[in-house]
């Protein structure tokens, strides 16, 4: 989940998929 958070900044759209 760590690892998500670090990329979910520029990848908003993507996180917010998961």
Known sequence: IS???S???RNSSS???S
Do not use: G, H, L
Request: charged content about 35%; glycine content about 0%.
């Open 3 to 5: 690892s998500e958070t």
């Open 7 to 9: 990329w979910n900044t």
């Open 15 to 17: 996180v917010k998929r």
